[in-house]
């Protein structure tokens, strides 16, 4: 007997005959003698269903807010869920973040877990129960209702899996692994049957939608068992070829079998950059520049820095597409003004694309291609450029190429 | 400055736009110089959407689950209502049930209220902030989440009216007030000024949808002062005015303005018949019939027992019409071959009509009209009938009429 997490995207509980997939998935685990703990996200579409609303009332909607709105869709997919499951003739209790609780800081739209109490959920499975607790949410220490941003209900499965000791955190969604990039955008790309975690946290980081970057960090922090493997398959398929389906993340060296100089390809079109132009070479600019930006919960990604010329010098960085208007508001009004700068120009049409691994042929391939890059960063194992965004789809193409990933290895 | 509950129904929080109308009514009040508490409804349909999700997955969804699924619809409501109100330029914050608490019992899906801690409320208003409470739910001893029952926003705001012994509470729906029948059958059906509390519950009790009958109990109980008034007027009419429009739940006795022999007529289709045919007609026959019934939470309304043949009795009640398979059920399974009764029939299509006062034309106009009498009941103040469906706006408009509600009175 073990225990395992299992966590539903969105589009795995999409409909109720998708909910009773899932129930009956679940039911299959719970009948080999597993205790399961279910984290599903909300129902596809809900959430932005929720947003909009909010939208249409305010262009700055309060956070605190937003949460109380957006956590409603989780909580009606562990409701759901818990009918489904007990339709199946299963015992079954649904948990809303708080009930649990998972206690989270107070960082509305974008909070942190801090700690997960498991009684209430120990006592239940020990029951005999399925226990089904709300992905993307918490609540903070004066009662307030909090979510995790998108794609956070991956954090809240592992973080579960975390806090109980499970045994194996398994992510069903509705792709059937890790691939070397976006099989939308290169037919060739393969599943990998596994990868460590290093590179699926540089790969989340790098914008592939797979897993929550995290999510990976949770499970890398506390070293759960993580699989990825699609809610898509026949329910009633050989458990035991489910548990060995799909990509696991690694955390044992030994484990790494694909060892390829490039592991994947990852792009994303989720950011946008930011120029500050004219602004004067002086010492601690980064900092005046950056810590208004940050002051304000914007996370900076790509950052360059030109170099000077008559003590001048441009600086540029990138923003998640959707604090980009924000971002700008903040530099023009206050960065610019203080610092003497000349002006603030933004570019959301663009991509980034980057390769996991040591990035010999990446300038070339885009070269050849006529693709001209407007940043880079690189760190150790990775190497990430900004590129206009009609060129993504070549780009994306000719690397996957260019890094022999279209054939399969050993 | 008063402190002032404002519940507003379904309908009225509709739309983002009918939201934003609520918003803009609610600041006129604040800015007036009153402390707002606002209880609202879910958005229309949206309750019957989420439950119609359940009934997909189980024809005997878990009532926690339930409560669970529906409790969502309301915590949309209030987070949205809080942006709108934001958006007016106000300090708006809104609570679910389990953050104020409103602590209820653990019947789900028709839980009464126990107490309310208003004391995080009371510090928010203290500092001028317009508070948002979701209706409709509480939270039990359990930390689950419980719903009142449809129609319990209306209580809850009563409760939280008098709990926080507030000036008022203004119930803005979408009609203009409290009328002699319902408009919709009866062209000529007036608007009360006043009505008194206990016509009022008479009313409630007898199908009228106004006000749902338990926030009249509470009303009544802690004396809570209560308008029923429209949500539909344009926001910015004159606040004196508004606060005069409608129709008053009155508990002075000298408030009753217009005593007439009849104060309203009711009905409601929301009821089935059930008989069970063949009873021995021996002691305690109802205890043994309507216990099963009521062990399984089930109210029973209208009830006769026929004279006996043969020592056999015929014995018929009513039941809401939701709960009538499952009444049947109980019925035929449990209570029938105990007794050694013959059968059980049911008769899902029926309407019962009922007048608020004393009855002497009721059964002449009804027979004037041929309309068949199935069931009587009768009490101090109202007499209750039991006819075929299709003879109800026939009913309902003879009788009206008959009782000259048609005519205004001084």
């Known amino acids: 007997m073990a225990l395992i997490v ?7 509980m999409g409909s109720t005959e998708r909910i009773r997939n899932v129930a009956k998935r679940v039911a299959k685990w719970v009948r080999a003698g597993h205790q399961i703990v279910v984290v ?22 309060s956070p605190r807010e937003l949460d109380m709105i957006a956590s ?3 909580q009606v997919s562990v409701g759901l869920l818990a009918i489904a499951l007990q339709a199946e003739g299963l015992d079954a209790v649904s948990y809303a973040g708080w009930q649990v609780p ?8 974008k909070a942190r877990i801090e700690s997960i109490d498991d009684a209430r959920v120990r006592a239940d499975l020990n029951a005999g129960r399925v226990v089904i607790i709300t992905g993307f949410q918490g609540v903070d220490p004066n009662g307030n209702i909090t979510t995790l941003g998108r794609g956070g209900s991956d954090t809240s499965a592992v973080a579960i899996a975390a806090a109980m000791k499970a045994d194996e955190c398994l992510i069903y969604t509705d792709v059937d692994g890790v691939y070397t990039t976006d099989p939308r955008v290169v037919p060739e790309a393969r599943r990998l049957k596994s990868v460590s975690f290093e590179e699926m946290l540089e790969m989340a980081s790098l914008g592939s939608k797979v897993l929550q970057i995290r999510s990976v960090e949770f499970a890398g922090k506390y070293r759960v068992p993580l699989r990825v493997l699609s809610s898509f398959t026949p329910w009633d398929i050989d458990l035991a070829e489910e548990a060995k389906s799909g990509t696991l993340i690694s955390f044992e060296e030994d484990e790494k079998m694909e060892q390829a100089v490039v ?6 079109r989720d950011e946008a950059k930011i120029t500050v132009v004219g602004v004067p070479d002086t010492p601690g600019i980064a900092y005046q520049i950056l810590g208004k930006v940050a002051d304000a919960n914007i996370d900076v990604d790509v950052i360059i820095q030109n170099v000077s010329h008559d003590g001048k010098t441009d600086f540029s960085f990138t923003v998640p597409r959707g604090d980009h208007t924000r971002a700008m508001e903040i530099l ?24 996991v691994g040591i990035a010999s042929t990446m300038f070339k391939t885009l070269s050849d291609e006529g693709i001209n890059i407007q940043m880079i960063t690189t760190s150790e194992i990775k190497t990430s450029v900004v590129i206009d965004e009609k060129y993504l789809e070549l780009a994306v193409r000719a690397l996957h190429k ?5 054939e399969a290895k050993a």
């Open 6 to 12: 299992h966590k539903y995207g969105g589009t795995s």
């Open 40 to 61: 599903p996200s909300a129902m596809s579409g809900e959430t932005n269903r929720l947003l909009g609303l909010a939208k249409e009332l305010s262009d700055s909607p």
């Open 72 to 74: 409603t869709g989780e």
């Open 102 to 109: 998972v206690r989270t800081d107070s960082s509305f739209t």
């Open 263 to 268: 592991s994947g390809i990852a792009f994303t």
């Open 332 to 355: 023009k009004t206050q960065v610019v003004p203080a610092l003497g700068a000349r002006e603030v120009v933004g570019d959301a049409k663009i991509a980034k694309v980057s390769i």
């Open 402 to 406: 260019a890094f022999g990933l279209d």
